[in-house]
């Protein structure tokens, strides 16, 4: 079974169009992550959810909002898409927000914006 | 603020060769530290944590790290390297202090195991 999925796992879209990116986890955990890694493959968190609640909101263009409607699942929404946009976003979980645990993470969404 | 330096953009090892990957931190308390590693067109795989105790942390496929306070350093290594370790592999930490929910990542260090 899949711990951490994501859907799409390849968008391709064009600048200005607003899309979608899902994420599930079956972990039972209550915190959740989304990450962006550049074409560079750095690393730099996005959001964390904890039960629902928003929790890291990091300086990120307000075209960006995430959604939670439970705690398994952790979506991000994106409007009118830039180039820079384009990168590989990937969902994360972790058991909760103590700081020792470790987080699991998704296949990961592979954007591009054209 | 807390931040993590990985000096080695790659690391090349020759198979049965033991590996090493370079790891320092910053931070203003204790910190949690953790590697991860990255296979092409992956997520990124949990391998090991340090949150207290033993200085010598053993992980997933034989990996193991040492923390080292006075160094602020966490290096990754692995006795005998194999072709199936070569990969992107990620250094993190995390400071103890309150409110620190945010987990930061290094650039990455490639490894390539060369047969």
């Known amino acids: 079974d899949t711990a951490v999925s994501q859907t799409p796992k390849y968008l391709v879209t064009q600048m200005g169009n607003d899309k979608s990116i899902k994420c599930e986890q079956n972990?039972?955990?209550?915190?959740m992550y989304w990450y962006k890694q550049d074409s560079k493959k750095f690393l730099k968190i996005m959001f964390s959810?904890?039960?629902?609640?928003?929790?890291i909101n990091e300086t990120v263009p307000n075209r960006f909002s995430p959604k939670s409607p439970d705690k398994a699942h952790l979506n991000l929404h994106i409007n009118s898409l830039e180039l820079g946009d384009s990168a590989v976003y990937f969902c994360?979980?972790?058991?909760?927000?103590?700081?020792?645990?470790?987080?699991?993470f998704g296949p990961g969404t592979r954007l591009t914006v054209l | 603020a807390q931040s993590v330096a990985q000096p080695e953009d790659q690391v090349n090892v020759a198979e049965g060769n033991p590996l090493t990957v370079k790891c320092t931190y910053s931070?203003?308390?204790?910190?949690?530290l953790f590697w991860y590693v990255q296979y092409p067109n992956r997520g990124l795989q949990f391998l090991l944590k340090?949150?207290?105790?033993?200085?010598l942390v053993k992980g997933s496929y034989g990996f193991e790290a040492e923390f080292n306070k006075s160094q602020t350093s966490f290096h990754l290594k692995k006795p005998s390297a194999l072709v199936s370790d070569s990969a992107l592999y990620f250094c993190?930490?995390?400071?103890?202090?309150?409110?620190?929910?945010?987990?930061?990542f290094g650039k990455g260090t490639k490894l390539s195991v060369i047969p």
């Open positions: 994360a979980s972790s058991q909760d927000l103590t700081r020792g645990n470790e987080q699991f």
């Open positions: 972990l039972g955990h209550d915190t």
């Open positions: 959810y904890n039960n629902k609640e928003l929790i």
């Open positions: 931070v203003s308390g204790n910190p949690y």
């Open positions: 340090y949150i207290t105790g033993d200085n």
């Open positions: 993190a930490v995390r400071d103890s202090g309150a409110g620190s929910y945010q987990l930061t």
